[in-house]
């Protein structure tokens, strides 16, 4: 969308749908300033405002970098302070120390009042022993393997709030054809291994696409939902149709025996991988 105003629009749609927690990230002027207006709409109190810096490979982050980022971010929402300013883990690898020092400045000065990171990288476990960062946000899903969910753990033990990711996982989506297993018997090892593991996944998870009264994504929802370590669960919505049905998920149970269903899924999938 090029224009705040359709920003402002979607923005206000998922007010309207009980949404109170939105993410902008640096660079992506339009979409704050549309958010800055939807903002002047309600009490600023009563929304969560984040904003992600996300780093350069080719170049660090300074004091200087994340100072000018919230000014424009202040500027552009006219929201007053951040109540979460978010790091890639990209940004937390190159930071110099005088950017980490003042991270510590904008919590104590109340401009921003949380300090988080995002990722799944090893950088990660390091910011979760630092006592800088007050908030995780982590790729969560159905197929999240053993490492996501012991780093969950530690963040919590770290008393860390947690934001879930990227609920809807790949490799999943398309519904399960049992033809494409046979159409190429012959394709196998190194070229075919890739495909073959895929189809497998798609078979085994295929419920999540037969599920009477539910969406492959309302399922993967509730799913991520049901871990009780989050605080929230974020996602990328462009339409107003999309944000109004995932809203409508937070008021449902999963539906009787999928719970049991995913379980059994995923230790199918670790043994298939096993004898791959």
Known sequence: M???????????SAMENGVNSFEATAGSDVLAIGLGEALSAVERRLIFLSWRLRGNPAGAITARDIADNVRAALQRTRAGYLDLLMMDETAAETMTPDALAYLADLKNGGVCLQIGIAGDGPVIDRCIANDTFDVLATTF????EWQTRRRIRDASAANMTLIGCDPFPTGLHGAPNPRLETERPMRRGLLGGRRTEQLAASNIYGFLHDTPGWSYEELCLAFALTEPAFASIQLEAGRADMIERMAAVTDKDLPTGVAAQIEMARFGQV???RRA
Do not use: D, H
């Open 2 to 12: 090029g224009a705040p105003g359709a920003w402002r629009t979607l923005i206000i």
């Open 141 to 144: 899903s159905l197929v999240s």
């Open 271 to 273: 043994a298939a991988q």
